[in-house]
């Protein structure tokens, strides 16, 4: 019994149509491993031959930089990115241009840090009483006494805002095989 990766058709086909099943060039892939097959770059902004990669730069031209301005141009820099799908008119994301990177944002939001009165106690809370900022007021419940806030907002989290995620490697087809 043949183990082996061949398939034999019975029929004709014309070159066009083999391209065609062919992965499209300039699709991105994310692979479970570090390094790619050899007709695929992985996404790390390189700046590569317009010649030797004649197909990739009809496909994406200078979007994603213009290498050296004549005989290069760059590829995609995907390293340590999340992939956005462009809002092309939906109105998500408006207003951004495609492969346009946009820094990270936290939607905004307050905590509440300092002294409070109900007219009967004083909290302090989140922090100390010190050089705390304004103040605003509120209740707890319509029937309750006002409450006196000292000083809104504090510092939570890390050096940025990012769901779970796992770390693969993105690829571009650059080739077909039959060009190499």
Request: aromatic share 8%.
């Amino acid at each position: 019994m043949c183990n082996c990766n061949k398939i034999t058709i019975c029929t004709e086909f014309d070159a066009a149509q083999i391209a065609g099943l062919q992965v499209p060039i300039a699709s991105i892939h994310a692979f479970a491993t570090q390094t790619v097959p050899a007709d695929y770059l992985i996404c790390d902004g390189s700046a590569v031959s317009r010649a030797e990669y004649a197909e990739l730069f009809a496909a994406l031209g200078t979007v994603w930089g213009e290498g050296d301005g004549t005989t290069t141009f760059n590829i995609p820099d995907l390293r340590g990115e999340f992939l956005r799908g462009f809002d092309a008119g939906r109105g998500v994301d408006a207003g951004r241009v495609f492969a346009s990177e946009q820094e990270g944002a936290f939607q905004e939001h307050q905590h509440k840090k300092g002294m409070a009165e109900d007219g009967t106690n004083l909290f302090v809370y989140g922090a100390s009483q010190d050089d705390l900022p304004g103040a605003a007021s509120g209740t707890t419940d319509g029937d309750g006494p006002p409450i006196t806030y000292q000083g809104l907002t504090s510092v939570e989290g890390g050096d940025e805002t990012r769901p779970r995620n796992v770390a693969v490697t993105y690829a571009i087809k650059a080739i077909h095989p039959a060009s190499n």
